[in-house]
């Protein structure tokens, strides 16, 4: 990619993802925009105005060295100076005062980007610094789509149903055992936890060629899944009764949930939605089977047998197209299973990337050699024991934050995110033959 490309690509980039965050802003009024809609997420405000604070850090003032824009608002949209319970009470910027200062921000960047050198710090090299504020502002996005759908009223935002199925996907999907080239060391913005490419190991294993879809997870909770500690791990137990959950989240128990101020009768046969990775847990756990770990999960969706390469995406090294996966807010909605056969990866697995974030079995840590860039706060002070990482994406993941080495991570009780799941287990004797 020549530097006149990437430039290009930049602008185009920032300009996709500025659309959708308006979108997700001018949808609501201000009152709207200022409230604290759950104590789990922030103001909208408050992720709109830290998405052009990110923006001028990094980029007016790192990577440009020019004069700051507001030097005196940093602090309160630092994430790790206020939870989000708090933010509300924060002196903030109000609503159209944001808008002013992230359109300030970003004329500073682009006219910025005409003259900025592209090369000679790996800040900069392939536009690694402006793919990043990208994605972050996509992320945000992502968690602003999560906020609408805990707010009360009406519904405001619009999208088409998303496709029916194509051809019905059942069963499971044998891997065979071996080495594998996990992560990325090419990708050009990718983060630093996704780094770098290594060979990663894993024995023979059976996934589910689909995820869970709601009428399985159904099968689950009428057959007292969640009376049943037999099937809950001893701290997935106690958070169930702590916590009261008695089915996904948005379900109302009688065959309806509720989706972006609709109430709608439950589609069986989508993947099922807000679930923690308790209850994915104890769902596979009930059904005979375990999590896949990450390594499993990424060697089903990015090993190509026939070349013995791992690829971008289960599909190929082509970017995603509509054809491929359910990505970028088009539809509000998980897509049927079997809607996307296209994107279906060499064994036969499908809906690997989109339509739900998939938790897995593993914590989430550095890979051997990983290196924190740009800064320790994007991944490496999440490492540990605490947090389960989900891979795939979502129907509200856009397709600038989501590749088959992309890494999620949560804390195992959350469940506001678009988070669902599919399963795995050992092959039984001659099974694996």
């Known amino acids: 990619m020549t530097d006149t490309d990437v430039r290009t690509l930049v602008a185009a980039e920032l300009d996709r993802a500025r659309v959708r965050s308006l979108a997700l802003t001018d949808a609501v009024d201000d009152d709207d925009l200022t409230r604290q809609h759950s104590p789990l997420m922030s103001p909208l405000v408050w992720d709109f105005a830290h998405v052009g604070n990110q923006e001028e850090l990094w980029l007016v003032r790192d990577v440009g060295g020019r004069e700051p824009v507001r030097a005196d608002i940093d602090h309160l949209y630092d994430a790790f100076q206020h939870p989000r319970a708090d933010r509300p009470a924060l002196p903030l910027l109000g609503p159209a005062e944001a808008r002013v200062y992230t359109r300030t921000v970003r004329d500073k960047v682009l006219d910025l980007l005409d003259s900025v050198t592209l090369e000679g710090r790996p800040l900069v090299e392939r536009g690694f610094a402006f793919g990043m504020i990208v994605q972050h502002e996509q992320q945000h996005d992502e968690t602003m789509l999560a906020t609408h759908q805990l707010r009360a009223g009406p519904p405001v935002l619009p999208a088409a149903p998303p496709p029916r199925p194509v051809a019905p996907v059942v069963g499971e999907a044998l891997i065979p055992g071996g080495s594998f080239s996990m992560g990325t060391s090419t990708e050009p913005w990718a983060l630093d936890n996704e780094r770098p490419a290594h060979t990663a190991r894993v024995g023979a294993f059976l996934i589910d060629r689909a995820p869970v879809t709601n009428a399985l997870y159904q099968e689950f909770v009428d057959a007292g899944g969640y ?133 897995t079995a593993s914590d989430f840590r550095g890979y051997a050699g990983f290196a924190a860039f740009p800064y320790r706060e994007y991944s490496e002070v999440f490492f540990g024991p605490d947090y389960k990482v989900l891979r795939g994406g979502s129907f509200g993941t856009d397709r600038s934050a989501c590749r088959g080495t992309f890494r999620n991570w949560d804390y195992p009780i959350r469940r506001q995110i678009f988070s669902g799941f599919r399963c795995a287990r050992d092959p039984l004797p001659g099974e694996a033959a």
């Open 227 to 359: 009376d049943n500690p037999r099937w809950w791990s001893p701290d997935g137990w106690a958070h169930r009764k702590r916590a009261g959950l008695t089915g996904p989240m948005h379900w109302h128990g009688d065959g309806t949930y509720t989706r972006f101020g609709r109430r709608e009768p439950i589609v069986p046969d989508e993947p099922v939605v807000h679930v923690c990775w308790y209850e994915a847990e104890a769902y596979a756990a009930w059904a005979g089977k375990r999590l896949p770990t990450e390594a499993e999960w990424e060697k089903a969706a990015r090993f190509d047998p026939a070349t013995g390469r791992s690829r971008r995406y289960p599909w190929g090294d082509e970017d995603p197209a509509e054809r491929h996966a359910n990505l970028g807010q088009r539809h509000l909605a998980p897509a049927p299973v079997g809607a996307y056969p296209e994107g279906a990866s060499p064994y036969g697995v499908h809906q690997l990337i989109g339509d739900v974030w998939e938790w």
